[in-house]
């Protein structure tokens, strides 16, 4: 497979799971900002901003719901935006277009189409539930019309090792915003965590149990664990392990974060859950770096050289 070819699948995967997570996160924190009328929404906003690695405005402008909104959902420029991200994975999804299937590409096209008219119509609950329908089209359609080679392998590994760095987005979302946060029952069906959740515990949602099953459920698709051991069996199908004593850095580096999580107490993990989360995220982007360096890496551009005489 082609380098770029590679690099457009993967991207496929991560900016499609970007775009459902963003929408699973804003719709939370809006929720929280209608719903309790003594949360002080300039903080929020910005601890929001910052989780997601965005500029604030510069005091005394207020981060308010509007600005959030028009930074993390309908900024078509920034790709990591919802409406940025739908753009993106259909730009990459026109330059892979002879390897992905006819159905992923009318999808991801149809998508893009439809988004301006959602943004204008829709009000925020409404698009982003509209979002989340759309990257459930799309990863069902990944699932059931591309064969088990490299082209779903790279799709998988991007999807998988986005939804390990946004999980960890919103749970340090949860974590950072206290008692004054939504319940964890709010958290969970935000997620499309809260059946599984209740068929697994039948009981009310602790935050050990809650914040645990999101972090190293084994079973559960959604949990950083499980992401990040689906990432590590995509780079093993595309490289299957030959040296017994050594590994690629990505699968290291992932290796090394679901290892952390799964071995230890959640207690102890709770204990500094910002922290931990933020040890995901650049474990994520280390493995990111290495992927590029190993399959996206490109050559120098070819040069004339002229005849010798």
Known sequence: ??????????????????????????????????????????LACRSLLSVMDRPAPVPPTRADRGYVLDVLAYD??????IAGSLGAARDNAR????????????????????LGAQVEAAD?????????????????????TISRDDTWQFLVLGRSMERADMTARLLTTRA?????????????????????????????????????????DRVFPRSIVYALGQAEQCLAGLEPVTDRATLDAARRHLGLTRTSLEYRPVSQILDDLPGEMEQVQRACAAASHAIARR???????AQWVGEAL
């Not at 078509?76 to 935006?81: C, D, G, M």
């Not at 330059?95 to 439809?114: D, F, K």
């Not at 996206?296 to 551009?301: A, L, M, Y």
């Open 295 to 301: 399959y996206f890496r490109s050559g120098p551009p």
């Open 76 to 81: 078509q420029v920034s790709a990591s935006s």
């Open 124 to 144: 925020p609950h409404d698009f982003f539930g509209w979002v989340r329908e759309r990257g459930a089209v799309v990863a069902g359609i990944v699932d059931s």
């Open 176 to 216: 950072l915003a206290g008692p004054a946060g939504p319940s964890w029952t709010t958290f969970l069906r935000s997620c499309g965590a809260h059946e599984a959740f209740l068929r697994t515990y039948r009981g009310t949602a602790s935050v050990e149990q809650a914040a645990g099953f999101l972090l190293v």
């Open 1 to 42: 497979m082609l380098s770029r070819i590679a690099e457009s699948l993967f991207w496929i995967g991560r900016y499609v799971e970007r775009a459902d997570n963003t929408a699973r996160l804003l719709d939370v924190h809006v929720q929280t900002l209608l719903e309790d009328p003594w949360v002080e929404e300039d």
């Open 95 to 114: 330059r892979a277009r002879e390897t992905i299937s006819s159905e992923l590409w009318e999808a991801l096209n149809a998508t893009w189409n439809a």
